[in-house]
Structure formats: C-alpha cells, structure tokens
C-alpha cells in the first residue's frame, strides 16, 4: 500500500507557475506508476500527467502539454508536477494517484486504473 498527501497549491496570477509536490509513504514507491489529475468545480476529474516507475516515460494531456512538467525523485519518494504559463482555465483540485498494478502504456490516462489517490491541493489561477 501507499499513502499518498499533495502540497504547493495556492493562489497565482495567470502567466505565473508553480511546483506541486506528492508524498507517498511505503518503500516500495518506486514500483508505482504516477499520475496527476484535476476536478474543477461542476467538472468530471481528468488526466492532467503521468509518469512510470522509473522517470523515464511521461505523458501528458494535450491542455497542459509544453506548459507542465512531471517528474519524480525515487529516493525521496515524492512526484512533482511543475507548472508553468499558468491559465485560469487550469484552476482545480489536484490530486496525485498511485497504480501498482504496471497498467502504464494501456491506461495511463484513466482515472480508474489507479488505487491510490490524495487529498488534493487547490489550485486557482487569477486573470
């Protein structure tokens, strides 16, 4: 199992970044395949970034392509999503989400493949 807790959300005006951290307890972090999605208000959740065990593979959703970055550091169990040339439109709850179950290449982008997720952090982007 793996417990995952989100931070670095916060407030910013459009144009601006920031960097979203994710915390997994358990030592087997590495074996997890990561994913980042967000729910805006009155929205479905959807796939923002995905990254494999090993950092070497990422996938991103055309929205957010050239303008976020995901990335994780296996040693200090923790997967990052930087976020840059922010829009109001990315404003949202994001959560990080864990699969053990090495479904990376067929289903990265599906929420339902996942069976770890956080909490969320708020993100809101000003005009």
């Known amino acids: 199992q793996v417990q995952l807790v989100e931070s670095g959300g916060g407030l910013v005006q459009a144009g601006g970044s920031l960097r979203l951290s994710c915390a997994a307890s358990?030592?087997?972090?590495?074996?997890?395949?990561m994913g980042w999605f967000r729910q805006a208000p009155g929205k479905e959740r959807e796939f923002v970034a995905a990254?494999?065990?090993?950092?070497?593979?990422?996938y991103y959703a055309d929205s957010v392509k050239g303008r976020f970055t995901i990335s994780r550091n296996n040693a200090q169990n923790t997967v990052y999503l930087q976020m840059n040339s922010l829009k109001p439109e990315d404003t949202a709850v994001y959560y990080c989400?864990?699969?053990?179950?090495?479904?990376?290449?067929?289903?990265?982008?599906?929420?339902?493949?996942?069976?770890?997720w956080g909490q969320g952090t708020q993100v809101t982007v000003t005009s």
């Open positions: 990254i494999n065990w090993s950092g070497i593979s990422t």
């Open positions: 989400a864990a699969d053990g179950r090495g479904t990376y290449y067929s289903r990265r982008s599906d929420a339902g493949a996942y069976g770890y």
């Open positions: 358990g030592r087997t972090f590495s074996s997890y395949d």
